[in-house]
Structures are given as structure tokens and as C-alpha cells.
């Protein structure tokens, strides 16, 4: 059973640049998840993806937008890169309906540094 | 909003028990997730506790308490490989979406 596959696994990128980031869930799951975790702080919420629409998003500009495919795979991409867009990208799968206790399996992550 | 708040970083000793406190203000509480994340990994699943109590998993337990915003995660017999950070999350009604905390970085000594 395959878990949540991001890739790249590790990526550097210049300031004003942009970039994609791709995402497979878990097996069974149709909801995707993605969350940016800097340095030494918990991962922030920036939008879901559900039957490939934005189904929520978080406290994100417009230059994070994403997109949903048939197959539930997923992509995160991030226009005009600044320094501070640099952490650790997540992916999160999990079944659709939204209920509570819904537990999130993340994959390993995609490292974006920006120079 | 939203504000979760944990230690930063603990330290214990290998056999050792500890306690990780993780407090809360929010509106609309639903339930609160506990995930380790070892360095350089995906966060993984702990556990959930949505009513009063202590819920025990094997050497972890969490606690909670809704009427004070508080909970903590319990760890016993610590291990070497429990080094890790230990998040804090809660969920709150109608969004369904985990807010973690900044997590809490537990280093094992032997």
C-alpha cells in the first residue's frame, strides 16, 4: 500500500522564480492537503483539494495556487519566489468526507530553498 | 484564531517518563491530534482525543481537557529512537483542518 509520494524530494530555486510541486496520496484517498513547515515550527495550512477544487484555504497569498487531478494527484505552485518562501512542503491525503477525528497521512515533503 | 502553545524542547533520560503539555485557545473545539515528526520526516499519527480524559496507545497516552484547553502527550519508557518533535493540533468544527502548534523537540539522553 503506497503512502503519500511527493516530489522533489529537494529543490533550489532563485527569487522571482516560480515552481511546481507534485503530490501522489495514499491509496483510497481523494482529498489532498498542502502545508508549509519552516524551521522549527509547526506546519501551516494552505488549501485542500477535493474532487479537484479548492475546497479550503489558509492564511496564503495568491501566489500559492494548486491544482487536482482526475486521479487525485495534486500540484502546489508558488509564483514569485521570495526568500521566505523557503521550507518544508507537505502533502497530506485523506478520505473525502470531513468528519471529525479525520487523521491525515503527510508524505516525506519537498525541501524549496530560495536564494 | 487561533493559539496553541507547547515548549519548544525538552530533554529526558533513556527509561525515563515524560510529559509534553500542549494549551489551547479557540473557538468552535472539535478535538485534538498529537503527530510526531522525526528530523528530516513526515509528521505521523499519534493520536486523537476528542472527550475528557486519558487515552492510553502502548508506552503513549494523551490526555484531555476541554474545559481547561489543555492537553499533553505521555510517553513512557522512553526510547532513543522517541527523539523527535512531538506537534500539537487542533481541530476545530465545520473546517475539519488540523492548526498545529510550532512543536515541541524532545531530545532522549542515555
Known amino acids: 500500500d503506497a503512502g503519500v509520494t511527493q516530489s522533489p524530494t529537494h529543490l533550489i530555486k532563485t527569487r522571482g522564480q516560480q515552481v511546481t510541486l507534485r503530490c501522489s496520496p495514499k491509496?483510497?484517498?481523494?482529498?489532498v492537503s498542502w502545508y508549509q513547515q519552516a524551521l522549527g515550527q509547526g506546519p501551516q495550512f494552505i488549501f485542500q483539494?477535493?474532487?479537484?477544487?479548492?475546497?479550503q484555504r489558509g492564511n496564503f497569498p495568491d501566489r500559492f495556487s494548486g491544482h487536482q487531478f482526475p486521479n487525485y494527484s495534486s500540484e502546489l505552485n508558488v509564483n514569485a519566489l521570495l526568500l521566505g518562501d523557503s521550507a518544508l512542503y507537505l502533502c497530506?491525503?485523506?478520505?473525502?468526507?470531513?468528519?471529525?477525528?479525520?487523521?491525515?497521512?503527510f508524505g516525506e515533503g519537498s525541501w524549496l530553498t530560495v536564494v | 484564531g487561533q493559539n496553541i502553545d507547547q515548549p519548544t524542547e525538552m530533554t529526558a533520560t533513556e527509561g525515563a517518563i515524560v510529559q509534553i503539555n500542549c494549551t489551547y485557545q479557540?473557538?468552535?473545539?472539535?478535538?485534538l491530534f498529537w503527530y510526531q515528526q522525526h528530523a528530516g520526516e513526515a509528521p505521523t499519527f499519534l493520536s486523537y482525543?476528542?472527550?475528557?480524559g486519558l487515552e492510553e496507545k502502548g508506552r503513549f497516552s494523551s490526555f484531555l481537557s476541554r474545559s481547561k484547553g489543555y492537553s499533553y502527550l505521555l510517553l513512557k519508557e522512553l526510547q532513543m529512537k522517541d527523539s523527535a518533535s512531538y506537534l500539537c493540533?487542533?481541530?476545530?468544527?465545520?473546517?475539519?483542518?488540523?492548526?498545529f502548534g510550532r512543536g515541541t523537540s524532545l531530545i532522549v539522553h542515555p
Open positions: 497530506a491525503s485523506s478520505p473525502g468526507q470531513l468528519h471529525s477525528g479525520n487523521t491525515i497521512y
Open positions: 491509496s483510497g484517498h481523494d482529498t
Open positions: 483539494y477535493y474532487e479537484e477544487e479548492e475546497r
Open positions: 479557540t473557538s468552535g473545539f472539535n478535538g
Open positions: 482525543n476528542v472527550l475528557d
Open positions: 493540533a487542533v481541530e476545530t468544527g465545520g473546517s475539519y483542518i488540523p492548526t
